[in-house]
């Protein structure tokens, strides 16, 4: 089978009992970058030396189907450099081929960086997305920020320490200066930082320069007040009397304030008939 293996994001002794017997028991292992595997084995003591295969994002889909040749044979461990493999790392095109073949997978589980930042961010937990990194070029990452403006859930970001301040900046253009946002650094690490405010005030903090392993946790958009029913439907009428069908009319208004196409045109019907 395919097994993904969960390694510490910073913290050695955040590696399960499990990470430990099945690096042990690894005839094949597929990692993101194998000499970090290296270093891991050695920190961790691990007298086992399997098979190493590179497993990153430009090979990736190459190298899937061997993978699975392998995997049908025997157990194939996948570790990313830190963290769960396939989680904005490689992983994902693999598991869909074992999937595809008919060809077991299981996880390790263990840390994860986006569910820690998650948990020490302050923000709610409820309801959470996770977005990865954001683009690199501004007009790619402003249309993907318009997209997520409105979501009243917790969002989740990477972000290298060279794009920081300027991911932040566009943030708060297009979320607002105010809001409620936490910067997650060196996580499970030693110099560990968990910096809480409004986005605003976070991409000034960055501009001084940021270094480590960050994660972006950004609370959701506030609920839009309730939109008033009479107001809507006085738009509506208005709407229709200056040549909008009144069918597109209530459609409009619908979109717009969140109450139902049916009930704003019977009510707008009601009204016009009452004049």
Request: proline share 5%.
């Amino acid at each position: 089978m395919i097994i993904l293996a969960a390694t510490p994001i910073g913290n050695l002794g955040d590696a399960s009992t499990r990470l430990r017997q099945a690096l042990e028991d690894a005839d094949v292992v597929a990692s993101e970058d194998t000499r970090v595997t290296q270093r891991l084995l050695a920190a961790l003591g691990i007298a086992n030396r399997p098979r190493l295969i590179a497993l990153h994002e430009h090979n990736e889909r190459a190298r899937a189907g061997d993978l699975v040749a392998l995997a049908s044979e025997g157990d194939v461990l996948v570790l990313s450099d830190a963290g769960m493999p396939t989680v904005s790392d490689p992983g994902f095109p693999l598991v869909q081929a074992a999937v595809a073949a008919g060809v077991d997978v299981t996880a390790i589980p263990g840390p994860s960086a986006v569910v820690t930042a998650l948990a020490v961010s302050g923000l709610p937990t409820d309801r959470f997305a996770f977005e990865g990194f954001l683009p690199r070029k501004a007009g790619e990452r402003s249309r993907r920020l318009a997209e997520l403006a409105g979501d009243r859930r917790t969002l989740v970001f990477f972000e290298a320490p060279s794009r920081l301040a300027a991911s932040l900046g566009a943030l708060a253009e297009a979320f607002g200066a105010e809001r409620p946002a936490a910067v997650c650094r060196e996580l499970t690490k030693l110099h560990e930082e968990v910096r809480r405010g409004p986005l605003g005030e976070l991409a000034e903090w960055a501009e001084g320069g940021v270094r480590g392993e960050i994660c972006v946790v950004v609370g959701g958009a506030a609920e839009a007040p309730a939109a008033d029913a009479g107001e809507a439907v006085a738009r509506v009428v208005a709407l229709a009397a200056s040549g909008t069908r009144l069918k597109d009319a209530a459609a409009l208004v619908a979109g717009e304030t969140g109450l139902g196409k049916r009930d704003l045109y019977e009510a707008a019907l009601a009204a016009r008939a009452e004049r």
